[in-house]
Nanobody
Framework: QLQLVESGGDLVQPGGSLTLSCALSPYTLDYYTIGWFRQGPGKEREGVSCVSGQGGAQNFADSVKGRFTISKDNAKNTVYLHMNDLKPDDTAVYYC???????????????????WGQGTQVTVSS
């Protein structure tokens, strides 16, 4: 049974950095697109970033461009969301999600993703 496990959430000060991990099992990342989404207090869930299994295509929400990067370690079947210059507005529960795809592209459309992790809390506060 496919499983996604997020980790790395924490309390961090504004301007700080944090890296979240999303581990996929029991499949490899080769044909699975991974997306990161977040839901802040009182807000709807929104797409943050994604990376395709094939080709490593990436996409970022405008609100995080220049601050967040995404990478993956195929040997560990893990995708990382590197978050820099964090702001209080980045406070949210962060979820990773996945879908099987052979396309070298990814979109931040929640409805396209089939499997979801349990989420990890990121709090940006002084």
């Amino acid at each position: 049974q496919l499983q996604l496990v997020e980790s790395g959430g924490d309390l961090v000060q504004p301007g700080g950095s944090l890296t979240l991990s999303c581990a996929l099992s029991p499949y490899t990342l080769d044909y699975y697109t991974i997306g990161w989404f977040r839901q802040g207090p009182g807000k709807e869930r929104e797409g943050v970033s994604c990376v395709s299994g094939q080709g490593g295509a990436q996409n970022f929400a405008d609100s995080v461009k220049g601050r967040f990067t995404i990478s993956k370690d195929n040997a560990k079947n893990t995708v990382y969301l590197h978050m820099n210059d964090l702001k209080p507005d980045d406070t949210a529960v962060y979820y990773c999600a996945t879908l099987w795809s052979f396309k070298p592209m990814c979109v931040l459309q929640e409805s396209t993703y089939e499997y979801w992790g349990q989420g990890t809390q990121v709090t940006v506060s002084s």
